[in-house]
């Protein structure tokens, strides 16, 4: 006998159908919540994200509350969505982000990533401006696979778009959310709506996070007695005016303050011959001789404008400028010697600075809403970069009680890039959608050594001391590479029903040429442009009226020239090479259902299968780490055969869950939330070896609270990685078995108040 619920659900194609039933949903035929429209604006304009031809994600209400309130940087999106990682060896101020496993380890700060990071519709190019908080936002789209047509270069594996909550002029309104934890962590949040007229308003919102300092460092008479308490705060301040339809401006300005702790290196936790951590570690600790100090200033406005110029066409100008310093100072080889040994081979100290940083970009879009089959938009688009980095160097062996400085590099960089694009949309039939892109960008890149010395270090190492004439002497110190690209994309959507759509899509990314200046341990490095093509179809059905959600796709994409960053090895190298191809396939899922009317769950996997093909391809290797490659010896120094290997800091498998449970009491509803995320084992670095490969990481998160007032007032418990999971994930190859760990389980109370 068919079973009595599944006979009243509503109809669907056979296909949506099986996948609802190969998801074990016979309970969302309840009656009671639905879920809402995602709107999203991955095509630059915003649209239902049912209907977009790509695999998106979204991120915000419980989930991105949940997340902010306990005090984490951009890392706590790791895994959040299918498919996405986020690590950093800077700690909060440098995240590097990774799609489809497709992503790029190197630690300087000039380095590019081919995550391209929007906020507010501005491109973040410079890896410090990516880690700019989240706070007081209507959403975060993830959009996988290239998006080279409409966003650019530097985008071939996808783009994270942040969209902040604008004003609204309708009514004045506002929040406060205060939250305490462990550590004496303390996150406070704001935001004020002001109307300022029928037509405008303005929109004030401030975030402060500060932790104390929970880790001690055991040395005597230390530089940085205690460590990883930060303070981060952040403002931003938008405006917006609106004459009806034919005209709306909206300005922002922004900033940030950041100071805390830089990573921690720590020297030898892993166990020789396997990945697990030594016997008796003791994450509270560390034993360092160096300085540990990080911070960042970053101040940012843009402007975007829209003018209705009648005939059913637009136009768009968008305006952004951002200005970023930072320092991060750490002692690298994670410990207090003795050096020179088996065990510490060599002691290093370092610091990185950004003393002077711009970019400005400026959009101009033309777009049609005629409300006929045919849609389009064009435009054109200007980046303008020019900043200055400085590298410094530490004598950690000195008797002196501060280490002195010993080294010294400045580097600037300058990179110009313009672009046309156009992009169009036909409704074929009432079925059947194409759309398609094309996008032509001119990219010019000036990188120069300005100045340079150390003392006992190549290519003078007899010398006390070691000038720019002599780095220069050793080779060039100044590159300007230029690239021309076109880059297109082409896709299908076709409605199954009014609630079920198939999708295809094929497209090109690329990022452009990258440099590493000369320094002590390697000469200058240069990496030529690397283009990615993606294709990728799937299915995007709400089902049970909308009680359900179930988004799937699958993809296949290949880079060629793909650019890797030999970071690390025994010889502490940062060197840009090409691999001949790499090649990464598998597939996302993104499900939401209402199993009852109070309880919401969802579900995300991602699978990611890739590879580096290149027979050629060598690196060097860790001074003390078990390598698994095939190695050969190139005069005193050991390379591995990468060919074959998965791509760095690239989990095969992502997976997140959530539950949502709502019971009305006493005038308002009593909740239960909790998030778990999942990434299977991933390789540190180019080679594979036992103890630089991570080992799997599981972190949850539980939230009980109360709401009422209709919801104005809302008091919580929370608790982040509640199991209390330790894992290394991510390490320093080039000296010992240094690695470094996640964050500590974390427990809080919150209180946030709505008007």
Not at 22 to 51: C, H, I, K, W, Y
Not at 202 to 224: A, I
Not at 322 to 332: A, N, P, Q
Not at 420 to 442: M, V
Request: charged share 20%; net charge neutral; proline share 4%.
């Amino acid at each position: 006998m068919p079973n009595a619920a599944l006979t009243r659900l509503p109809r669907h194609t056979p296909l949506a159908a099986a996948l609802a039933l190969a998801f074990a949903v016979p309970a969302f035929a309840q009656s009671g919540g639905q879920l809402q429209t995602v709107t999203v604006t991955a095509e630059r304009r915003a649209e239902n994200a049912q209907t977009v031809p790509s695999s998106i994600s979204v991120v915000g209400g419980d989930l991105l509350e949940s997340l902010n309130t306990s005090g984490q940087d951009l890392r706590m999106l790791a895994g959040r969505v299918p498919s996405l990682n986020i690590e950093s060896s800077f700690g909060r101020a440098f995240p590097r982000f990774y799609l489809r496993g497709y992503g790029n380890t190197d630690f300087r700060l000039n380095a590019s990533q081919p995550v391209s990071l929007v906020y507010d519709d501005v491109v973040q190019e410079n890896p410090i401006l990516k880690g700019f908080p989240a706070f007081d936002l209507d959403r975060i789209e993830v959009l996988r696979g290239p998006q080279g047509s409409l966003f650019g270069r530097n985008t071939p594996a996808g783009v994270v778009k942040f969209e902040s909550a604008r004003p609204s002029a309708k009514k004045f309104e506002g929040y406060g959310s205060l939250s305490y934890g462990s550590y004496q962590t303390i996150n406070a949040e704001g935001m004020v709506n002001v109307p300022t007229s029928a037509s405008s308003a303005l929109r004030v919102s401030v975030l402060n996070q500060t932790r104390n300092d929970w880790v001690k460092n055991t040395v005597s008479n230390p530089q940085t007695a205690e460590m990883e308490g930060y303070r981060d705060s952040a403002l931003r301040v938008q405006y917006l005016f609106e004459a009806g339809k034919d005209f709306s401006a909206l300005a922002n300005v922004h900033a940030r303050d950041y100071t805390g702790s830089a990573r921690l290196f720590r020297a030898n936790i892993i166990k020789k011959g396997t990945n697990d951590l030594v016997d008796g570690f003791d994450k509270t600790k560390v034993a360092f001789d160096g300085k540990n100090e990080s911070e960042v200033q970053n101040i940012g406005a843009n402007l975007r404008l829209k003018w209705a110029l009648g005939g059913g066409l637009s136009l768009n100008s968008i305006t952004g400028y951002e200005s970023v310093e930072t320092l991060s100072r750490g002692d690298i080889d994670g410990s207090a010697g003795p050096y020179f040994t088996a065990a510490l081979p060599f002691a290093s100290e370092t610091a990185d600075g950004m003393p002077k940083h711009r970019q400005f970009t400026q959009e101009l879009r033309l777009e049609s809403n005629t409300g006929g089959p045919l849609n389009w938009q064009g435009g054109v688009f200007y980046f303008n970069e020019d900043y200055k980095i400085e590298s410094f160097s530490y004598d950690s062996t000195s008797t002196t009680s501060v280490s002195p400085q010993d080294g010294y590099q400045r580097v600037r960089q300058k990179n110009d890039a313009v672009a046309l694009f156009g992009a169009a949309t036909y409704q074929l039939s009432p079925a059947l959608t194409l759309r398609g892109g094309l996008r032509y960008t001119q990219d010019k890149k000036t990188l120069s050594v300005e100045d340079y010395w150390n003392n006992g270090f190549a290519p003078c190492v007899l010398s006390a001391k070691c000038t720019l004439a002599q780095l220069a002497g050793q080779g060039p110190i100044t590159a300007s590479p230029k690239d021309n690209k076109f880059n297109w994309d082409l896709s299908a959507t076709y409605a199954l029903d009014k609630d079920t759509n198939l999708y295809a899509r094929a497209a090109t990314g690329f990022r452009g040429s990258s440099v590493q200046g000369a320094s002590a341990f390697n000469g200058q490095s240069v990496a030529k442009p690397e283009d990615n093509t993606s294709v990728e179809a799937g299915i995007k059905a709400d089902l049970f009226g909308k009680r359900a959600r179930i988004n799937f796709g699958v993809f296949h994409y290949e880079v060629k020239d793909l650019q890797l960053t030999a970071v690390g090895g025994s010889n502490n190298a940062n060197i840009l090479v090409n691999a001949k191809k790499a090649a990464g396939q598998g597939f996302e899922l993104d499900a939401q259902a209402f199993i009852s009317d109070q309880l919401l769950a969802s579900i995300g996997i991602g699978y990611n299968d890739t590879k580096i093909k290149d027979q050629d391809l060598a690196v060097a290797v860790c001074a003390a780490c078990t390598v698994t490659d095939p190695t050969k010896l190139i005069g005193t120094t050991t390379y591995a055969l990468i060919n074959g290997n998965p791509l760095p800091q690239a989990p095969k498998t992502t997976l997140n869950f959530s539950l949502k449970y709502t019971q009305p009491l006493a005038g308002g509803d009593l909740y239960v939330y909790t998030d778990w995320v999942h990434r299977s084992k991933i390789n540190f670095f180019l080679y594979e070896s036992t103890e630089f490969t991570g080992k799997a990481l599981t972190e949850g998160g539980v939230r009980v609270g109360y709401t009422w007032a209709n919801g104005m007032y809302d008091a919580a418990v929370f608790g982040r990685n509640i199991t209390n999971q330790t894992r290394i994930v991510g390490g320093i190859d080039f000296n010992n078995l240094t690695g470094f760990i996640n964050e500590p389980r974390t427990w809080g109370v919150q209180f946030k108040a709505m008007f």
